[in-house]
Structures are given as C-alpha cells and as structure tokens.
C-alpha cells in the first residue's frame, strides 16, 4: 500500500462531502457542473478516486456513495478508503482544496475578529483564497462530526 494520501473527484452532487474530506485533510477535488467525460480524464490524469453517486459512471478508481445523509457518506469514504479523518485534519482549506500553512499570529491580526486574534495562539492561511483558519468551535463541531459519523474517538491531541 503506498504512503500516498488517496485523492478524490468528488462530483457535483457530493459538494458537502467534499468539504468534510477536506476537513479531515482530504485532497477532495470538486468543481460544478463537470461533464462525466471531463470527469474520466481527470481522474485518470491526476490519479484520482471518483466520488459519485450516479448509476451510471464506472471508473477503476470510485467509489459509488449509497446513501444521502452527509454522516453515511463520509463513514462510507473513511471505511472504504481507509481514511483516517483525524491523521491531516484541519490542514487543508475547506473553499479552495488546498493545502494551508502554519503562519506567525501577528501576520493575521488584522484578518481575524479580535476575539479569536486574543483568544488563540495558532493560526493557519490558505496561500490560494487568503483565508485564515484556527480551532474555534468549529474545529470541535467538526471532530464531533467525525466522531459520531465514524464511531472513531479523536486522538489526545485533539483534546
């Protein structure tokens, strides 16, 4: 098995999904609208698994989401990927699919409310859209959902 973290094309219906992968550090490529066909070349050209739930596509990497609640859908991806949603979660951004970097606090002063800027110490940037990222209460909504959607605790560090 390589050491290469598995990336998806997630299609156009599965947007949501594509986020919460991204959460978990996910590269979870998604854009509107894409044809099937464009949908086949680039997941052979970027070697990607496919994330759909249509019927009618068959690729040699997919994976066919059965069901319609969010919660499945991600458990389904997790076990049958083998993801692990706590190993790079929080180190991509959730809007542009790209990887976000550590960045001094005071280089985000004037980018974040004031009391997130005086409340935490770590921050992280997306270099794509510029949005600055650090574990508010989000970041806890988020682990309960990877908790209560995979039955998985979350490690000691995320505690």
């Given at each position: 098995m390589s050491d290469e973290p598995i990336r998806f094309l997630v299609d156009d219906h599965l947007r949501r999904l594509a986020r919460w992968l991204r959460s978990a550090g996910a590269d979870a490529?998604?854009?509107a609208s894409i044809p099937d066909r464009e949908l086949y070349r680039r997941s052979w050209v970027e070697k990607r698994t496919i994330l759909t739930m249509k019927k009618s596509l068959w690729a040699?990497?997919?994976?066919?989401i059965r069901s319609f609640e969010i919660a499945e859908q991600f458990a389904q991806v997790v076990l049958e990927c083998g993801l692990d949603p706590y190993?790079?979660?929080?180190?991509r951004?959730?809007?542009c699919n790209v990887p976000t970097a550590d960045v001094p606090r005071e280089e985000v002063a004037a980018d974040v409310p004031p009391k997130a800027f005086a409340r935490y110490d770590?921050?992280?940037r997306c270099p794509a859209c510029r949005k600055v990222f650090w574990r508010g209460t989000h970041t806890e909504r988020t682990l309960e959902f990877f908790e209560s959607a995979t039955g998985r605790p979350r490690?000691?560090?995320?505690s």
């Open positions: 490529a998604w854009e040699p990497r997919m994976v066919k190993e790079r979660a929080f180190t951004c959730v809007d770590q921050f992280r490690p000691e560090r995320f």
